[in-house]
């Protein structure tokens, strides 16, 4: 007996039209696919093509090399742009906010098309993560910054394991996997688990010591509570995080030795990074803040590569550390 999936298309489509809505989406997140496939595509072939060397650098051919982080840039401009319904976007590998139809387009783009850098040159998992916004319906275009909870989807490929996470608002955070074709197939409900049988704790553990003393307090009180897990690539540590419960976690460093490694507002980037795992996470039920015990949900960007401390996972554990943020 043959088996058939359901594929991503086809969920789509019944989702637009379940809920009344244009096909505009659908076009666009058909442009994300086809550019996450090609990534794939790169990233697997990445020591062949010699694409996982530095910027700038040369080949044995003396070629000039192209890191892999920027073939990945280029590629989701390509399609974004092909799709003609994009104002703007933010990608964590262009300084500028980029305009691409500005006036005719539909959606806002936020995306980091190859997260996770320090995996690349293992060829082991990393991420091209993305939210989606849409333009003022009422009143004219401001162009203002969204925060997450303007989101309308939000989602992420590890790449690459073929695996593909979308959230859409008010209506769930969906896995799907990539079949012998190449076509995301076979929909698959997440919710965070509430047995804490499963959960885990996920950050780098080599940066305790620079935390602030009430995280590594924390840390000390329940840590030994959880099993530890860290892949160091987000895609791939939410992932996990996201089907087994628990919290990865991105504090500031306050307490480096070297003050000048201190990052007191985090790692993470807020449009493209943590709002779009806090995006998911809330409609598997789960909740994110930051340093604060803000949601990250709330923050109202000032800046597009604003970077922010990141606190995510189960809702229980989540809103636990968010008291002892808020201090
Ligand atoms: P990048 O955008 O430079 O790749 O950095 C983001 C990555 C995340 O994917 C990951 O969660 C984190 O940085 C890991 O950082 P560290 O190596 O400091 O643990
Ligand atoms: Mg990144």
Request: charged content about 25%.
């Amino acid at each position: 007996m043959v088996q058939f999936e359901q594929t991503f298309s086809n969920f789509l489509l019944r989702h637009q039209e379940r809920h009344n809505r244009t096909y505009n989406f659908i076009i666009l997140m058909e442009g994300i696919v086809s550019a996450a496939k090609k990534i794939e595509l790169y990233y697997r072939t990445g020591a062949l093509k010699e694409n996982l060397g530095l910027a700038g650098g040369t080949n044995v051919h003396g070629e000039s090399v192209m890191q892999m982080d920027e073939i990945a840039h280029d590629i989701v401009i390509h399609y974004l742009k092909s799709t003609e319904r994009v104002k703007q976007v933010v990608s964590e590998e262009s300084d500028d906010i980029l305009d691409l139809h500005k006036d005719a387009g539909r959606y806002f783009v936020y995306f980091d098309p190859l997260d996770g850098s320090s995996n690349v040159s293992h060829g082991l998992p990393v991420g091209f993560m993305f939210g989606i916004a849409k333009k003022n319906l009422e009143g004219p275009e401001d162009f203002h910054l969204r925060a997450g909870r303007e989101y309308i989807a939000a989602g992420m490929f590890v790449i690459p394991t073929g695996m593909f996470t979308l959230a859409l608002r008010d209506a769930g955070c969906w896995r799907f996997h990539s079949d012998e074709a190449m076509d995301y197939v076979k929909p698959v409900r997440i919710t965070l688990p509430e047995d804490p049988k499963k959960w885990e704790l996920c950050f780098n553990a080599g940066n305790t010591h620079t935390f602030k003393d009430d995280v590594q307090r924390w840390i000390d009180d329940n840590g030994s509570k959880y099993s530890f897990r860290y892949l160091g690539a987000l895609a791939g540590d939410f992932h996990r995080l996201i089907s087994n419960g628990g919290m990865f976690m991105y504090p500031a460093i306050v307490n480096h030795p070297d003050p000048k490694k201190n990052r007191p507002q985090g790692k993470l980037r807020l449009m493209y990074e943590a709002s779009v795992v806090a995006f998911m996470c809330r409609e598997a039920g789960g909740h994110a803040v930051d340093e604060t015990g803000t949601p990250i949900l709330d923050i109202e960007p000032k800046n597009h590569h604003q970077r922010t401390a990141l606190y995510v996972g189960s809702k229980q554990v989540v809103d636990n550390i968010a008291q002892t943020l808020r201090g």
